[in-house]
């Protein structure tokens, strides 16, 4: 019998939208953020003026929601911004950085 252990971080499925362009969030003000991405505290509203509220909420919304959620509340340029900073589980990154190589680029 193998001892191959498969871990939920493995097989869980995450999303992101198509394109680019399809990010069409705030850029400035702050973010609400569903139920259904941060349901960790009673106040899910975030700062984007706020460079550690902005980070936690696109952390949040990267790993958390799906393409609908991350279309509607992710800015293309705060995300470009912020990207290199997100704590992010290995398959999500690596996700996000096929889709829009731009974002692995650390220039």
């Not at 069409?24 to 505290?41: E, H, N, Q």
């Not at 902005?54 to 790993?63: I, S």
Request: hydrophobic share 40%; aromatic share 12%.
């Amino acid at each position: 019998m193998s001892d191959t252990r498969v871990f939920f971080r493995d097989i869980r499925p995450y999303y992101a939208p198509e394109r680019w362009s399809d990010l069409c969030g705030p850029a400035a003000g702050s973010l609400r953020l569903p139920m259904t991405v941060f349901w960790r505290a009673p106040d899910r509203q975030f700062s984007l003026d706020d460079e550690v509220e902005l980070a936690e909420a696109y952390r949040f919304l990267v790993v958390e929601g799906d393409e609908t959620e991350q279309g509607t509340l992710l800015n293309p340029d705060l995300l470009q911004a912020v990207w290199s900073r997100l704590v992010l589980p290995t398959r999500v990154r690596e996700l996000w950085e096929a889709r829009f190589p731009h974002l692995g680029s650390r220039s």
